[in-house]
């Protein structure tokens, strides 16, 4: 009963789909391309221009860690269906595939 959407403003808003309100609001300073949410429903990861792939706890808005992951923005991000990998693909024109848990990529 939730959703995330991602904005160049630096926000990721969570929000409840039943009561049609705003759980969390997480600033960041990128402009947000991508974001999804983990299998599990307890994390979000997002992407924009910092290069970075950031990881979030969706009860409070908290930052988890954050990984370098490109040499420009990051334009494309999906979560396998086990949340075991995430696949990022940048400006740089690599695709890589990533441990989620990890946060290290293992091919690209």
Sequence with gaps: ?????????????????????RNQVIFASTLFQNVCYH???????????????????????SA???VEASVGSINALDISQDGTFFVSGG???????????EGTATHI
């Excluded at 299998?39 to 808005?61: A, H, L, M, N, R």
């Excluded at 400006?91 to 848990?101: H, I, Q, T």
């Design 91 to 101: 400006e740089d024109r690599l695709v890589k595939l990533w441990r989620y848990m």
């Design 64 to 66: 988890i860690r954050e």
């Design 1 to 21: 009963s939730e959703c995330v959407s991602a904005s160049v403003d630096g926000s990721c808003i969570i929000w409840d789909l039943t009561r049609f309100v």
């Design 39 to 61: 299998p599990s429903e307890c994390q979000i990861i997002g992407t924009g221009s910092d290069k970075k792939v950031g990881y979030w706890e969706t009860f409070d808005g």
